[in-house]
């Protein structure tokens, strides 16, 4: 290739990234990659495949944003020089701003040859990521319905994946869930090795629930259930062919979901614990151990990078308001709230009686998926009788009053599309000492922090 | 009294929230003390229309739809005429396209539908964009709201009435400005999920005419307060008139 031309592209992405930054307009996070990629559609491609420990798609419904920030993490502690792409530049124009960040204005990467890639990357970025990154590893944590206006259907992203697969490097590590049949379906035909990760206690077993993904194995027999944890999710067999839920290798008993954390016992690992909770977020790290695994980490650096993980923006975010305690958690589809729902009715379950006070705030803007149906999906009737108040706001707000009407929950205390009007509400409505569950949509995330930023309770920057 | 309604393939047929119009049908019913009664009809299971006072179907995705589509058609003669004496039913999406007679794919294959409506879709190829985006119809119930989104075409036939005229959106083909199809007591539509819940009215107009055909024309239903429901209506025309297309047709 034309180290000229490359260098030209990386000086114009640099420019375009400076630029941005003057402006205030995001951080400088996709634009550069965006101007790169039109000079030199080749830089993903040369930068990228430069990285020599180790270059790591992580991808999936949910949880790859955790996932990744988890695997950073312990990247970090363990001191291994690595670079990746932040949340909400997880398409390819964000693989590229992120190469282009570190590039010299010769065309490489100081340090590249021990330098870890590691990417979050949007299910329908992963097949033209894979092609131009030559993965050594890719990471699949669920695959739920998900902005179906946006995404398509689930078959049509496992349609996706598996071109991934086609044109991924024969021997790339595939670090897959086990418990979900549609993310296990990615072994088939697949010859390198493969790190299963799954969960294994028995107390978080239900009778199921909600909107089931996957229904039917590629050989058309329906699936059975020894053990089913949500949705989908469990311990899984085909009742046609010998299709089945594989042994993991990486594997969670014992769980503990606590407010403030999770803790669980994992083969070799022992006993471990991170600020996160929610059964979503103890996949989201098995998900990450079988990555650093993958990568050759020390038990030891795994153990303490789980100790140490922060939350991502929004997910898990506590922020103090008044003498309330608002916790964030973002929840973007059926499955994604659903989980977050089980995880509130596992905390109110220890209190006891109509105790939480939730806040739930829809909006339907590009980011978000334009179709609000998906709130029909979600099974708000779970905590119905331990909702003691609830607001409801985002541009929807009133189909969300509509929804939590018909699941019983209390009267809201608001239905509201500003954030302003949200937040008066909830301090009208509680007392020092409260604590609110919030639970937005990413944009609707995002305008809530801004209000909270502009009554000096969280700081505006992105993190 | 009492309503028992016909899900058909729940657990299949549920691609858009249209589990929706199931809650919004039960809270409706209990509200009044209507009882509600819910008939799972899988792949396979035994199903009489008589044994029912409402038929529900909703959209799946397509390697599911052909699922089920060979199941439907077996059903079809005692639907039809079912539907023919007077059955209300709703049929959303997928499952409007296969209550029509066919389902025409870009390849030329066919999924047979149970001819319910005098229709049929044609899907105008993987080059053609979706109909996606919020709805807003004139009906015979007036207004309603909801959300479209879906490749196929469909095309009625010259007697056959539609649901509702497109005032925002796509409709049936995005051309003829029809949405939907009407048969006696059955609507097919595809706007899907969370229809009935903020459509009160015709959630109301259904349940009614299934009590009616059942106890007596002089059934009527206790008015319930829909504050919630009609400003969620409103909202959602508000929405779809700031941004969705204007009609053509
Ligand atoms: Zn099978």
Known sequence: ?463 | MELRVAHLYPDVMNIYGDRGNVIALRYRCEARDIRFHLGQVNIGNPFNPAEFDLVLIGGGQDREQRRIAGDLVGRGPAIREAIGHGLPALAVCGGFQLFGHRYVDHDGSIIPGIGVFDLETRHPGPVADRCIGDVVLETELGEVVGFENHGGRTYLALDQAPFGRVRRGFGNNAVDGFEGARHNNAIGTYLHGSLLPKNPRLADELILAALRRRYGPEVDLAPLDDTPERAANQNAAAIAIRRSRRATG
């Open chain 1, 1 to 463: 290739m034309n180290r000229v031309r490359l260098g030209a592209a990386v000086g114009a992405g640099k420019g375009a990234g400076l630029a941005t930054r003057l402006l205030r307009r995001g951080g400088g996070t996709a634009l550069p990659g965006l101007v790169a990629e039109r000079v030199h559609p080749q830089l993903v491609r040369d930068l990228g495949r430069s990285l020599g420990g180790g270059r790591v798609l992580i991808t999936g419904t949910n949880g790859k944003t955790t996932t990744s920030r988890i695997v950073a993490e312990v990247l970090a502690g363990a001191g291994r020089p690595f670079i990746h792409n932040r949340e909400g530049s997880n398409l390819m124009r964000g693989i590229a701003s992120t190469l282009l960040a570190r590039a010299s204005l010769s065309g490489r990467i100081a340090g590249a040859a021990t330098m870890v890639g590691l990417f979050e990357t949007d299910e329908a970025t992963l097949p033209p990521a894979a092609r131009a990154l030559a993965p050594t590893a890719l990471a699949f944590t669920n695959l739920f319905r998900d902005q179906l206006d946006r995404y398509g259907e689930v078959d049509t992203v496992a349609a996706l994946w598996r071109r991934a697969l086609e044109v991924a490097p024969r021997d790339a590590t595939l670090i897959l869930n086990a418990d979900d049949p549609s993310v296990a379906e990615m072994a088939q035909g697949w010859d390198g090795p493969v790190h299963w990760f799954g969960l294994d206690d028995e107390a978080f077993a239900t009778a199921g629930g909600g909107a089931y993904d996957a229904r039917w194995c590629g050989c058309g027999g329906d699936y059975a259930y020894e053990r089913r944890y949500f949705a989908h999710v469990g311990w899984w067999r085909c009742t046609r062919c010998a299709r089945k839920r594989e042994e993991p290798q990486t594997s969670a008993s014992a769980v503990d979901l606590g407010l403030e954390g999770a803790s669980f016992e994992v083969a070799g690992l022992g006993r471990v614990g991170m600020p996160l909770t929610g059964l979503y977020n103890v996949y989201n790290a098995l998900a990450a151990i079988g990555v650093c695994r993958s990568l050759g980490l020390s038990d030891e650096a795994i153990v303490a990078g789980l100790a140490r993980v922060k939350a991502a923006f929004g997910r898990q975010e506590v922020v103090e308001l008044e003498g309330r305690t608002l916790r964030l958690l973002l929840a973007k589809n059926p499955a994604g709230a659903n989980q977050v729902l089980l995880l509130l009715r596992t905390i109110a379950a220890k209190d006891g009686g109509a105790s939480l006070n939730v806040a739930l705030l829809l909006n339907d803007r590009f980011a978000d998926g334009r179709d609000v149906s998906w709130i029909w999906d979600v099974d708000h009737e779970l905590i119905a009788g331990q909702v003691a108040r609830c607001w409801l706001g985002g541009d929807r707000a009133e189909d969300l009053a509509v929804r939590v009407k018909y699941a019983g929950w209390p009267v809201p205390g608001a239905v509201a599309h500003e954030p302003a009007r949200v937040v008066d509400a909830i301090l009208a409505g509680t007392a020092p000492g409260d604590q609110v569950f919030v639970v937005p949509t990413y944009t609707a995330m995002l305008d809530l922090r801004a209000e909270l930023a502009r009554r000096g309770a969280v700081s505006g920057a992105m993190d």
